[in-house]
């Protein structure tokens, strides 16, 4: 299976406030900023042979918190306060191996994705469980959930709410000749399949990001090796980047292969155009027609960027320590930021909020799994209109342990 990052999380909240320089850039340095250290770690019983049941994935960034998903879901305020606990019965009361997903919407509802990788057991059979889907309300109440029995080794990369209720997902799942596919379903209001749909070729095709933009569809990016089938854009077996337009059947509207490969992080769609950055750090526009109507080079330096969101401030992008939004090519607020990856902006009412993941440190790898994780901090980043920081909370994320 296509390897996944692994964020193993259990709260200790770390308050913090800080000031900075200058107007329309923060200087944004450790040991001003807080109080105590953003160290994370390991904890020192910690064995490095046995980890409890809850390997955890993405803690979700919503509107006034954030979501952890432990054990089921439990939900924090910016302050650190514990607001609600939900369990859920498609979560099993043993020692698997799992990963789960929380895909928030716009009103705070969610879905979650909960998938176990295909592994080995001690005694060397192998075991697949069935994924599931499920939907909760703001509360963290269970509304519907749905399993994918059936469909051997898969993964739920990316799901949305759409506005009429139903939802739809991406991912891939493992066809006949051991070989993935790109996988999609559509799920009405009370989680009942609509309809689904399989892409893909004799060799290796997998979805690297995607976007649902109301009233268009849903944009995906996918990386193929397959020189045959739904694609057919690899000339030699190496990996090239599609980007595609599904309608609301998930039918292919169009696809476009990329000429150049794109970073992790390097696709972001609006309500006007879609936005693209490739490992060369040219960044293009994209209508909805699937042809691009601008590009331009937006670092100089050999330095990995990726797109954090789009703000009322314009789009957000980072490259190494530095975040900067723009407004078409042209660059406005920049900001030092040395709180690890921004994974996403949220618009305030007097300013915004920066939400990003900071490495702490590398964990052994478990048995039977093949990754490598590390702990981090979920880390929240609060500015003024002009970028200057103003508090900054983050939450340890530190794995669970058996000591």
């Known amino acids: 299976m296509k390897k996944t990052w692994i964020y193993m999380l259990c709260l200790s909240l770390i308050f913090c406030c800080a000031g900075c320089t200058g107007r329309g850039s923060a200087a944004d340095t450790g040991s001003q900023l807080h109080s105590v250290s953003l160290t994370g770690g390991i904890p020192a019983s910690y064995s490095g042979a046995v980890l409890e049941k809850e390997l955890l ?39 698997l191996y799992y990963y789960i997903h929380i895909f928030p919407s716009d009103d705070d509802s969610f879905l979650i994705s909960f998938v176990v990788p295909t592994y080995q057991k001690p005694d060397g059979t192998m075991c697949t469980t069935a994924p599931v889907l499920a939907k909760c309300d703001r509360n963290g109440r269970l509304l519907w959930q749905k399993s994918y029995a059936g469909f051997g080794d898969m993964t739920l990369d990316k ?25 999609l379903s559509l799920l009405d209001k009370n989680g009942s399949l609509i309809g689904e749909k399989r892409y893909g070729g004799s060799d290796f095709d997998s979805p690297n990001d995607a976007d649902y933009v109301d009233g268009v569809g849903l944009v995906a990016l996918v990386t193929t090796q397959s020189r ?3 694609f057919s854009a690899s000339t030699d077996g190496y990996g090239v980047d599609v980007l595609l337009l599904l309608d609301e059947h998930l039918n292919i509207k169009w696809q476009r292969p990329l000429s150049s490969l794109l970073a992790p992080g390097s696709l972001l769609a609006t309500d006007e155009v879609i ?39 314009g789009v957000l992008l980072q490259c190494e320590n530095e975040l900067v939004f723009y407004h078409d090519r042209n660059a406005g607020m920049k900001l030092d930021f040395n709180a690890g990856r921004a994974e996403r902006v949220i618009d305030a009412e007097d300013g915004f909020i920066i939400v990003s993941v900071n490495t702490t440190g590398s964990l052994p790898t478990p048995p039977y799994i093949s990754a490598l994780w590390y702990s981090t901090e979920l880390v929240y980043s609060g500015y003024d209109r002009s970028g200057k920081l103003l508090w900054r909370n983050a939450c340890d994320n530190t794995p669970a342990h058996i000591s």
């Open 275 to 313: 936005y693209l950055l490739d490992l060369q750090n040219n960044y293009y526009k994209v209508d909805f027609l699937g042809e691009v109507v601008d590009q331009v080079k937006l670092f100089e330096k050999e330095a990995e960027a990726h797109f954090v969101g789009n703000s009322k401030y």
């Open 159 to 183: 799901a949305f709410l759409l506005p009429d209720g139903n939802a739809v997902t991406i991912g891939y799942t493992s066809d006949a000749a051991g070989t993935d596919d790109i996988y």
């Open 57 to 95: 994935l993405n803690a979700a960034a919503v509107s006034d918190g954030y979501l952890l998903p432990k054990g089921g879901v439990e939900k924090y305020s910016l302050n650190g306060e514990l607001l609600w606990t939900q369990k859920y019965p498609f979560i099993p009361e043993d020692d």
């Open 228 to 230: 045959d089938g739904t």
